[in-house]
């Protein structure tokens, strides 16, 4: 049992917010449009220093072939090492916090205790 002058500005707030919506995105589509067709016609600065770093970046990426035999053991390891120590410097730097520290203790303390309560 409900009141229909409950219910109806709740129904008229929806259809208003469903309206607000579509002109929105009808409004963001034109003006993306209007962009799109200013920015044919003349590239900016921006553009052009973005597609030359594309373009070295495929270069360096077509110079390193991953597959490329090295000639000595784990030279592909090496490689990679060296073309990631970037990434594995931080990792391993986190390694060494004072969180990491404390959650291995934790972790050991909750593994040894059982074994040296029940004997396993």
Do not use: W
Not at 34 to 54: G, V
Not at 68 to 81: I, K, Y
């Amino acid at each position: 049992d409900f009141d229909k002058e409950l219910l109806l500005p709740i129904i008229e707030t929806n259809k208003m917010k469903k309206m607000n919506i579509k002109r929105r995105s009808t409004r963001l589509q034109s003006q993306h449009i209007d962009r799109l067709h200013d920015t044919e016609h003349q590239p900016s600065q921006a553009a052009k220093i973005l597609l030359s770093q594309m373009s070295t970046l495929s270069r360096d990426k077509h110079d390193e072939d991953p597959f490329q035999r090295s000639g000595f053991v784990f030279g592909g390891v090496c490689r990679e090492m060296r073309r990631r120590y970037d990434h594995y410097k931080s990792d391993f730097l986190d390694a060494f916090s004072l969180n990491c520290f404390v959650s291995l203790v934790f972790m050991f303390i909750a593994c040894l205790a059982p074994a040296l309560t029940f004997g396993g």
